[in-house]
Every structure is written in C-alpha cells, then in structure tokens.
C-alpha cells in the first residue's frame, strides 16, 4: 500500500538529498559525483534539443523488438521440442552448446553475416532473451502432467491444438518467469549493440558519446534512464501476467491468508 511506497522511496530521496548536500559543499570530487541538480540540468537541457527523446526511442524500440522477437522463438522452440520427442533431439543438445557461448562473442560473427545494421542489432537482443524464454517455457512444459496430453490425443487433437489448448495454458506462469528473467538480459543486449554495433542514436551511445566529452552528469543519466526503463518493463510484464495468469494471484492470494 501507500506505506510500502513510502518506505521504499525514503532511502533514495534520503541519498539525493545527502548527494546534493555534499556535492554543493564540494565534500566530493564534482568530476566524478555530480550533484543530482546537474545531472537534471544536463537531462533538461538534452530534452530541449530534441537527442533524448532520440537516444531513448533508439534503444526502447530495440530492446522490445528484441524482446518480443527472442520471446516468440523461445516459446514456439520451446514448445515444438516439449511436444516432440524427435525435436528435442535435433535441437536441444544443440542450443545447449550454443547457450554456452557468449552472446557479445557472436556479434562479429553476426555483422559478417548481416552487416552492421538495425537488424543485426535486434537479433543480439533477441539472442539474449532467447535462452531465459526458452528454458523455462520447456520446463513448464514438462511439469504439464502428460495424461493431459494424452487426453488431448484421445480427443484427435493436432499437435498445434494440443500446444495452444493444453501446453501453452499450463506452461504461461513459467513462460512469463523466463520472459521476467530474459527483461534485464535484453538491456544487456541493447548496451552490446550499442557498444559493438555501429550506432548513431541510444541511451549507452548517449554515454559513451558523454564520456568522450567529460560530460559526467550525462552518464549518470544514462544509469537512471537504464534503471527507470529496467523497472517500467518490469511493473509492464507483470501487469501482462496477471491478466493472462490470473489463477496465479488468487493462488498466491489464498496462501497469504
């Protein structure tokens, strides 16, 4: 409730507010602390000529189109060698092997192939968000009891129906804990694109391009709009969840009591 928001906001406005304190009393060194009051400045100033709203539409647009791209193929993958037993043995110790890679490892190897454009960039993020999403839609999968599925046979299900109407519907509570898990693996994603790939326009090219030109309080920015944006994907993916899994929180709600 509103005592919970409270508190949890105490510790940072106490920190900005000592920060602040110490930064105007020049208690820290200005170069590489700089006041919250600056850093404000520096964003307002950004705002003003137009680059923040570009640096933050660059990477927002990549990290969801990454994220919906590696988690489309991380379920549909999932579920294909959850479902079929010949899939699992095509695929699965391959991605294994694959997963062991490095994603930042592949990026030469990816701008050989694709050159160094938009999509090169997305399929980095998607790559990312792949493994969380598919690891864990398989697991949900294979904790479905198998009668179910059998059922599903009995009754002359197609594989697909069997997927959509008894996989997919028992396998979504951990289908979304891998989505939750890839959100922070994206933004790693995103940052490696923008470092690796060549980049015009995004919030760690924004800080890259600061650091270049001593602009300290803009890097700071780029920290809070990467932990702004970290948190609001979150609180989005949740919100997704209880609308698609709402036997999960009347479950959690009753063992509460």
């Known amino acids: 409730g509103t005592k919970r928001i409270v508190l949890a906001l105490l510790f940072p406005i106490l920190l ?6 110490a930064a105007q009393n020049r208690l820290i060194p200005l170069i590489l602390f700089p006041a919250p009051s600056t850093i404000w400045k520096s964003a307002v100033a950004l705002y003003d000529s137009g680059r923040l709203g570009e640096h933050l539409a660059a990477s927002v647009t990549l990290q969801l189109t ?4 590696g988690s489309v193929l991380g379920v549909a993958l999932g579920l294909v060698v959850g479902l079929l037993r010949v899939a699992e043995d095509i695929f699965d110790s391959s991605l294994v092997i694959l997963q062991s890679i490095p994603t930042m490892a592949l990026i030469p190897l990816f701008i050989i192939w694709f050159g160094g454009d938009q999509g090169t960039r997305v399929l980095v993020v998607a790559l990312s968000v792949f493994f969380p999403v598919y690891v864990n839609t398989l697991g949900g999968i294979r904790l479905t009891d198998r009668k179910l599925v059998e059922v599903g046979r009995i009754l002359d299900f197609r594989p697909l ?3 959509l109407r008894i996989l997919v519907p028992h396998a979504l509570p951990q289908i979304f804990v891998g989505i939750r898990q890839s959100l922070k693996m994206a933004w790693v994603g995103v940052v490696a694109a923008e470092l690796l790939i060549a980049s015009s326009a995004g919030i760690y090219f924004m800080m890259m391009e600061a650091r270049s030109f001593g602009q300290t309080p803009v ?3 780029g920290l809070l709009l990467f932990a702004i944006f970290g948190v609001l994907s979150d609180v989005a993916v949740a919100r997704v969840e209880r609308a698609a899994v709402p036997w999960t929180r009347t479950a959690s709600a009753g063992a509460r009591k």
């Not at 900005?16 to 304190?21: C, G, I, K, N, P």
């Not at 990454?66 to 791209?69: D, M, R, Y």
């Open 161 to 163: 129906e069997i997927a």
């Open 66 to 69: 990454g994220l919906v791209l």
């Open 16 to 21: 900005l507010v000592a920060w602040e304190y």
């Open 219 to 221: 890097v700071y920015l």
